[in-house]
T-cell receptor
Framework: AQSVTQLDSQVPVFEEAPVELRCNYSSSVSVYLFWYVQYPNQGLQLLLKYLSGSTLVESINGFEAEFNKSQTSFHLRKPSVHISDTAEYFCAVSDSSGGGFKTIFGAGTRLFVKA | DTEVTQTPKHLVMGMTNKKSLKCEQHMGHRAMYWYKQKAKKPPELMFVYSYEKLSINESVPSRFSPECPNSSLLNLHLHALQPEDSALYLC????????????FGPGTRLTVT
């Protein structure tokens, strides 16, 4: 069975500092990994995804995540955060079991960027 | 158009009321989802429709009744809800394929009094 662990429930960081949000997963089959972001009072938006190929994936707004199969991790990083990055970030995993429709979300990490 | 729309944005209902939540997408996606999200928690999957057929029901109480009238629309009919059903209800859609990247609507904030 799949599971996702986000190791930090909250991450406070100053503006322009680097940040890493940690995510570990478990699955018995090949997985697809996602990071979603949720701004206050909004739905979730896809930030980036790993399906196959290059283990480093990037988003258009400066975030990147690296798939590490040996450590079963998919940590999210940004070299310099902005106030507008304050949001809830969810790591998620899906695989081909159960028809492939089930996406399991981690508990979420609240990134709080301070001025 | 990469948008999933949901109506209403907010809904307050009594425990004896009947109401419906609506969701629409025009991306040609053939899978549509209902999630329930409590405050400070991740979304919990409730139902999945694939090609307008119910594919997954995560043991949701029968007071929640989903309906998929066509490939663009998804409804969630509500009846005799409990106060603990108060939550943000999110609709999502995805292409049919191995990636299952989901596009979410903004949600309906439901309060049961």
């Amino acid at each position: 069975a799949q599971s996702v662990t986000q190791l930090d429930s909250q991450v406070p960081v100053f503006e322009e500092a680097p940040v890493e949000l940690r995510c570990n997963y478990s699955s018995s089959v090949s997985v697809y990994l996602f990071w979603y972001v949720q701004y206050p009072n909004q739905g979730l938006q896809l930030l980036l995804k790993y399906l196959s190929g290059s283990t480093l994936v990037e988003s258009i707004n400066g975030f990147e995540a690296e798939f590490n199969k040996s450590q079963t991790s998919f940590h999210l990083r940004k070299p310099s955060v902005h106030i507008s990055d304050t949001a809830e970030y969810f790591c998620a995993v899906s695989d081909s079991s159960g028809g492939g429709f089930k996406t399991i979300f981690g508990a979420g990490t609240r990134l709080f960027v301070k001025a | 158009d990469t948008e999933v729309t949901q109506t209403p944005k907010h809904l307050v209902m009594g425990m004896t009321n009947k109401k419906s939540l609506k969701c629409e997408q025009h991306m040609g996606h053939r899978a549509m989802y209902w999630y329930k999200q409590k405050a400070k928690k991740p979304p919990e999957l409730m139902f999945v429709y694939s090609y307008e057929k119910l594919s997954i029901n995560e043991s949701v109480p029968s007071r929640f009744s989903p309906e998929c009238p066509n490939s663009s629309l998804l409804n969630l009919h509500l009846h005799a809800l409990q106060p603990e059903d108060s939550a943000l209800y999110l609709c999502a859609s995805s292409q049919d394929g191995p990636t299952r990247e989901q596009y979410f609507g903004p949600g309906t904030r439901l309060t049961v009094t």
